[in-house]
Nanobody
Framework: QLQASGGGLVQAGGSLSLSCAVS????????MAWFRQAPGKEREFVAA????????NYADSVEGRFTISRDNAKNTVYLQMNSLKPEDTAVYYC????????????????WGQGTQVTVSS
């Protein structure tokens, strides 16, 4: 089970930190990622991190503003979001992949329930 939290309402230029707690599985065996879905749009890749946390990958739209990290001792993955923009408004989902840590949503095996992030202008 993946449980995302930390969403909320923030003004443009502000920051939010998302967390995703994973239970019931061997967390360190999974690549982890964050995706987001805005109203009327498809779910899109945001960031991913390798099993040991040594490698990360970001969508161009968030590179330099967002940071993904993980704590395998706490079975948790994080997304620190800085310099937020109104276009970052979406439901953010965490996901787990048994075999990698790519950017394709169809590769991910397990999904959290999502947490709403709203950025006002």
């Amino acid at each position: 089970q993946l449980q995302a939290s930390g969403g909320g309402l923030v003004q443009a230029g502000g920051s939010l930190s998302l967390s995703c707690a994973v239970s019931g599985r061997s967390f360190s065996y999974y690549g982890m990622a964050w995706f987001r879905q805005a109203p009327g749009k498809e779910r899109e890749f945001v960031a991913a991190i390798s099993r040991d946390g040594s490698m990360t990958n970001y969508a161009d739209s968030v590179e330099g503003r967002f940071t993904i990290s993980r704590d395998n001792a706490k079975n948790t993955v994080y997304l620190q979001m800085n310099s937020l923009k109104p276009e970052d408004t979406a439901v953010y989902y965490c996901a787990a992949d048994r075999s990698g840590w790519g950017s394709r949503k169809n590769d991910y095996d397990y999904w959290g329930q999502g947490t709403q992030v709203t950025v006002s202008s």
